[in-house]
């Protein structure tokens, strides 16, 4: 009885975190997240494909790995991704953008993760529901204070509502899927008359899981497009103080994704968990990213220790730089002035990070029936030169906290439903 109010109290505190929090260039894979911030997928660098280690990672990530978690399961967590980005400008390519270098006041993004899952082999179905509520991607800058910067910021950020289901088709395969209807919030990245914006927009994924032998898991999954269309967003200033007529949509689309994953605990009488996953993130063929990035490759692994009640966990996770280095001149729709005016937008929500490095610890039956999941991480910083008048720099650190309740069989338990 208490995961519904747990529920509806987590939404409603997520729902009023999304309409105040001042969102910043919380990214990590682009402007996606995945599962690098959940509470324990994300100490083993977001490996969660084949065998997530906890259940809000199943439901956002692979669908078909639902039937891994028994009777109901409820997962509350959060986490805080603190981003310090610096912007060097030369000036010269926008109306009333002066040179400057200067630290970006965005805040620190909060992320709520929730999730609750419920199978029905008590009902003799081979079959486990989940629903969850996800910070999908954040991005941001804010160069407000900087008056060189002529009111520079950008803010993107989309959370997720997802039902999924999963089935067991035989002993050694599952299947699965699920329909995310986000929610869009966005502001910028143009320079002129801009208006925060809301859109709602789906995106289904689809998944297999197959354990090859009792050790050995394989996982894939595809996620489809998700495409935004901000109405009204832009009115852009061609000249000083003097602004196009025309108010112009803005259409942004999170790109197509493939994962694939394998999970082994062969080792150490089953106590070691390793797992590596491969993500392909298709940004050239999504509207807005496609000017200003290429297709992403995304290698993650992890490992898990476990010690008693105890579970150890490290994960590192290498992401090409998806930065295009010529990024086209009409982004999300809106024509600019040429490239160097394209290097400037591209520069808000440039990712150039390589390498990101993970730790955590999970502690089972912290009090009876409620486990404890801690993991935190980071983005060692890096820069790079956009055009001939642009540089950003960026690093990244995140933590995540979680609890999962578990219960029984739930009301199959019970008789309920007899």
């Not at 639902?66 to 010269?92: K, M, R």
Request: proline fraction near 6%; glycine fraction near 12%; include cysteine.
């Amino acid at each position: 009885m208490k995961s519904p109010g747990f529920a509806v109290l987590a939404f409603v505190v997520t729902l009023l975190v999304s309409v105040l929090a001042r969102p910043a260039g919380a990214q990590l894979f682009g402007v996606e997240l995945h599962n690098t911030a959940m509470p324990a997928s994300g100490g083993m660098g977001g490996t969660s494909v084949a065998r997530p280690q906890d259940l809000t990672s199943a439901i956002n990530g692979n669908p078909a790995t639902l039937t891994q978690f028994q009777g109901t399961q409820f997962t509350f967590s959060g986490a805080w991704v603190e981003p310090t980005f610096n912007l060097q400008h030369d000036g010269g390519v926008l109306p009333r953008i002066d040179p400057f270098s200067a630290k970006s006041e965005a805040q620190g993004l909060p992320n709520i993760n929730i999730g609750v899952t419920q199978d029905f082999s008590a009902l003799g179905l081979p079959t486990t529901v989940g629903l969850g509520f996800f910070t999908a991607a954040a991005a941001g800058v804010d160069y407000n204070d900087v008056p060189a910067s002529n009111g520079t910021s950008a803010a993107l950020v989309a959370f997720e509502v997802t039902p999924a289901i999963s089935v067991d088709l035989t002993d050694r395969i599952s299947m699965g899927a699920a329909l995310s209807l986000g929610i869009g919030i966005f502001d910028g990245p143009f320079v002129g008359l801009t208006a925060l914006r809301y859109d709602y927009a789906l995106r289904g994924s689809f998944g297999l899981d197959y354990d090859l032998t009792p050790e050995t898991t394989l996982g894939v999954y595809y996620q489809t497009k998700q495409g935004f269309t901000f109405d009204d967003a832009i009115r852009l200033e061609i000249a000083p103080n003097i602004f196009d007529p025309i108010i112009r949509d803005i259409k942004i689309e999170l790109p197509a994704n493939i994962g694939f994953g394998v999970a082994n605990n062969s080792l150490m009488d089953g106590r070691l968990l390793l797992a590596v996953d491969l993500l392909y993130k298709f940004w050239e063929s999504a509207d807005l990213f496609g000017a200003i990035y290429d297709n992403q490759f995304v290698f993650q692994a992890g490992a898990q220790f476990t010690s008693g009640r105890v579970r150890y966990r490290l994960g590192y996770a290498y992401a090409e730089n998806p930065i295009r280095d010529i990024p086209a001149v009409t982004v999300g729709g809106v024509p600019l002035p040429g490239p160097a005016a394209a290097n400037y937008v591209q520069a808000q929500l440039a990712v150039t990070n390589l390498h990101r490095l993970s730790m955590g610890m999970g502690i089972q039956d912290l009090l009876p029936g409620i486990d404890l999941d801690i993991a935190a991480g980071g983005m060692p910083e890096t820069s790079q030169a956009l055009g001939n008048l642009t540089r950003t720099s960026l690093s990244t650190y995140w933590i995540s906290l979680g609890f999962t309740w578990h219960y029984g069989r739930g009301a199959c338990e019970h008789g309920e439903w007899n």
